[in-house]
């Protein structure tokens, strides 16, 4: 890593409550190993831009809606991000899908974070209040979040961290949504502290936490 420090590209395309989230964790030390060094915005008015700039980290805008093709678009994004030797690749919140070759050229160094227990209510549509509406609408007793690994599918690489939130009588899709984002703001950092640590190990479509990080290559 570049450095010796994990370096962080967070994409965004709203309000960023995730992206303050890890860098509130950063901040508190909590990630001693990560720093942000830049948030990537997929659109101008996304206020996750005004939480960077607050934070003098680097905001680069890409509009999505100039990109002809998601491969323009990945490999405008590619780009920025090497040019800033990024380590890991953290989506919060963005909502354009990655293509193909920027997946490939990233690969096992993107991360994304779901507001259900995926593998249920993931998919192409499924985000925001949609996802806790189906939730609702399906009867089930529990939702939560889920980080995983980004593949060429929506929602559907090797699971890293999930947590639980019990459905409660009376509960909206608000309601529900905001339990589930206050464990995301924690899960979320706490996924990225285990990466920067080298304590992932992704093999066979599969994530397995390490105990201790494994030994540096001499």
């Not at 354009?96 to 070759?101: M, T, V």
């Not at 009588?169 to 080298?198: K, V």
Request: net charge neutral; proline share 5%; aromatic share 6%.
């Amino acid at each position: 890593m570049s450095s010796g420090q994990c370096r962080l590209a967070v994409l965004v395309s709203g309000a960023g409550s995730n992206l303050q989230a890890i860098i509130d964790a950063i901040n508190a030390g909590k990630i001693p190993q990560a720093e942000i060094a830049v948030v990537v915005s997929s659109r101008r008015d996304a206020y996750a831009v005004e939480r960077a700039r607050r934070h003098h980290i680097e905001a680069v805008i890409l509009n999505s809606q100039e990109c002809r093709a998601p491969q323009e678009f990945g490999v405008k994004l590619a780009q920025v991000l090497e040019a800033r030797q990024v380590d890991l690749v953290c989506l919060a919140g963005f909502l354009w899908r990655l293509d193909a070759g920027f997946i490939q050229k990233f690969r096992d160094r993107i991360l994304n974070i779901h507001p259900a227990l995926l593998p249920k209510f993931g998919g192409k549509g499924m985000y925001g209040r949609r996802v806790h509406e189906a939730v609702l609408a399906s009867g089930e007793k529990e939702s939560g979040c889920t980080v995983h690994v980004v593949d060429e599918e929506y929602d559907h690489g090797p699971i890293v961290l999930q947590a639980k939130v019990p459905l409660l009588p009376g509960d909206t899709p608000g309601t529900l949504a905001a339990r589930i984002q206050e464990q995301e703001h924690r899960l979320y950092p706490e996924a990225i502290r285990l990466f920067s640590e080298g304590r992932l190990r992704i093999e066979r479509n599969h994530v397995t936490i390490l105990e201790v990080p494994p030994l540096e290559r001499r």
